[in-house]
């Protein structure tokens, strides 16, 4: 059983994040230093490579609804709400994808 990260490596990879520029959650902070087992170096440069991944991944300024329109109309997709940072919550129902009418690479 694994058990949460001591809020003294909380505080320093709070604080490495902060000087890179990034306020990153709580939450998320603690995701990666469990799964680092609470090495604070470690746990940073994850959150870095990640943070620089979804930067070529994901399209500058996010993903617009009218590239997920189809998405949308068809039901395979759509907004559950909003977490508790006002992000919408998007579930995807991957049962109603048919490759053959669009491919999601």
Same mark, same amino acid.
């Given at each position: #059983?694994?058990? +949460?990260?001591?809020?003294?490596? #909380?505080? *320093?990879?709070?604080?490495? #994040? =902060?000087?890179?520029?990034?306020?990153?959650?709580? /939450?998320?902070? =603690?995701?990666? /230093? =469990?799964?680092?087992?609470?090495?604070?170096? /470690? %746990? %940073? %440069?994850?959150i870095l490579e990640t /943070?620089?991944?979804?930067?070529? @991944?994901?399209? %500058?300024?996010?993903?617009?609804? =009218?590239? &997920?329109?189809?998405?949308? *109309?068809?039901?395979?997709?759509?907004?559950?709400?909003?977490?508790? +940072?006002?992000?919408?919550?998007? &579930?995807?129902?991957?049962?109603?994808? @048919?490759?053959?009418?669009?491919?999601?690479?």
């Open positions: #059983m694994s058990t +949460s990260p001591s809020s003294q490596a #909380m505080v *320093q990879l709070h604080s490495i #994040m =902060q000087s890179y520029g990034y306020d990153i959650d709580q /939450l998320t902070l =603690q995701r990666y /230093l =469990q799964f680092k087992n609470e090495n604070v170096k /470690l %746990a %940073a %440069a994850s /943070l620089e991944w979804r930067k070529t @991944f994901i399209p %500058a300024g996010g993903i617009s609804p =009218q590239s &997920v329109k189809n998405e949308l *109309q068809s039901g395979k997709s759509y907004i559950f709400g909003h977490d508790k +940072s006002n992000r919408p919550c998007v &579930v995807i129902r991957i049962c109603k994808h @048919f490759r053959a009418k669009r491919r999601l690479e």
